[in-house]
């Protein structure tokens, strides 16, 4: 499959790291893909992995990952707006404010997304975890879950299929509507390993008993 990623940095770098170790064609899309600082910290993603401009890499791909920081959002979704029918996988986190697109309550960045983005099937996933335990997501013998929701089903079940490469067990929360849902759970993620000093070693799980 072919899976651009767009915004190269801790979350973006290390899912393209593991897609293209499982045989995937990554293409980086960045904002200058001649940037030697950018190339050398994505030289490590294999010799099949290219890195583009953003729009390039984007109308490449049948899969668009989302991975920069929310006040970028706008600027990414103006370039790739007439793309239609891709999957954009949005892992942004809206904890800084952006002042070209406001949050109120009961919405979310995922939905935002989604209303500028049309013909796009948008699956808000892999931002309840921290980054650097994407390379490993095992926790004491156990999976960390991979929580991800969005109104297409088709869309969800392959990046269900995405996130069990990365190793984790995809818990699907629902319709797009609850991606509010799963930016809180990043603030409770954030607030637990920054504020009360447990640091990012942590992840979520659901627990059943059956
Ligand atoms: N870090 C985590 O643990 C974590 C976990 C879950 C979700 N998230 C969310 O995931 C997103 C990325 O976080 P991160 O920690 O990976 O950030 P990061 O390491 O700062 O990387 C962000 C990347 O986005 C790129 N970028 C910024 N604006 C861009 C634009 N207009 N076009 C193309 N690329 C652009 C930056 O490239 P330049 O070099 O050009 O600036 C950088 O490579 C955020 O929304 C964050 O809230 C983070």
Known sequence: MTISIIGAGN??????????????????????????????????????????????AAARSEIVVLATPW?????VVFQIAD?????????TNPVRPNPEWPLSQGTSAAEEIAKRLPGFRVVKAFNTLGAGSLVDVTFESMKADGFLCGDDTEAKQ?????????????????????????????????????????????????????
């Open 158 to 210: 392959l990046v269900g299929r995405l996130a069990e490469e990365v190793g984790l067990r995809p818990v699907d929360v629902g319709g797009l509507r609850n991606a509010e849902l799963l930016e809180s759970l990043a603030k409770l993620w954030i607030t637990l390993a920054y504020q009360q000093g447990i640091g990012p070693n942590i992840a979520f799980k659901l627990l059943h008993r059956f």
């Open 71 to 75: 006040e970028s959002v706008p600027e």
């Open 11 to 56: 979350v973006g770098g290390t899912l393209g790291r593991i897609w293209a170790l499982k045989g995937h064609s990554i293409l980086f899309g960045v904002r200058n893909p001649k940037s030697e600082k950018t190339l050398r910290s994505l030289s490590d993603a294999g010799p099949s992995a290219q890195v583009l401009f953003v729009k390039e």
């Open 83 to 91: 793309m239609s029918g891709k999957i954009l996988v949005d892992c």
